[in-house]
């Protein structure tokens, strides 16, 4: 496959990106090799922002902030065997009022992280609602990862691991819990994401396929006894 590399200053953030999006990103100056999209669902304070943010710069949004008003995103760049790959992730409003919007960037998403609260088991049984929104206007071939999110708050759990199992296991789309706030298996979820999107793109006819539910339970035997990615 031929990639052309390009910046993170190229033109970006069409369709009325507000201006401070398009000056935070344009700030980067890093080079890719292939770019995804990439989409945070799920019902509000499920914790998509601190999510992001924990990714993307390794801090922990702590206390009250302002949830997340229509859509907003974020690029970085991770590297896949020794390729750049860059991730777009768009961080959106669980809010009812602004569902019409989030639907408009389904389209050209070619991933979907979503996510609902461990300890709110009403944004749990919202899942398979998004669930249909996103079988009604997302790719067909879109990646799609179950998050329960939430994880350090182990007292005020609602909604047992083996549920989200049960759940992503119907559906046929990998699960793992994660917590924004400890940062347990946030850099797994995208990691396990980019590496999924660039086997899909530089696929070859003889190559095995990657397994991306494989990949996951492998990388978390490595990190419990080699203290690797999480």
Avoid at 26 to 54: P, Q
Avoid at 64 to 74: H, L, S, W, Y
Avoid at 109 to 125: C, E, G, N, P, V
Avoid at 185 to 191: C, K, P
Wanted: contains cysteine; proline residues 1%; hydrophobic residues 40%.
């Amino acid at each position: 496959m031929s990639i052309k590399k390009v910046s993170l200053t190229d033109n970006e953030g069409k369709n009325g990106t507000s201006r401070n999006v398009l000056e935070r990103c344009a700030s980067v100056n890093e080079y890719f090799d292939i770019s995804f999209k990439v989409m945070l669902l799920g019902d509000s304070a499920v914790g998509k922002t601190c999510i992001l943010v924990r990714f993307k710069d390794g801090a922990f949004l702590g206390g009250n902030f302002i949830a997340t008003v229509g859509i907003d995103f974020r690029n970085k760049v991770v590297t896949v065997d020794n390729m750049k790959v860059k991730l777009q992730i768009w961080d959106t409003a669980g809010q009812e009022r602004f569902r019409s919007v989030t639907h408009a960037y389904y389209r050209d998403a070619q991933a979907l992280l979503l996510l609902y609260d461990i300890t709110r088991k009403s944004s749990f049984d919202n899942i398979r609602a998004w669930l249909t929104e996103i079988h009604e206007y997302a790719q067909k071939d879109v990646v799609i990862m179950l998050l329960g999110n939430k994880s350090d708050m182990a007292a005020e759990r609602v909604i047992k691991h083996e549920d989200g199992q049960k759940l992503a296991k119907e559906y046929g789309v990998p699960f793992m819990e994660t917590s924004a706030k400890t940062g347990v298996n946030v850099e797994l979820a995208f990691h396990a994401i980019a590496r999924e999107l660039k086997h899909r793109a530089a696929e070859q006819p003889h190559e095995p396929k990657f397994q991306i539910h494989d990949y996951i339970e492998s990388q978390k035997e490595k990190s419990t006894c080699c203290g690797g990615l999480m």
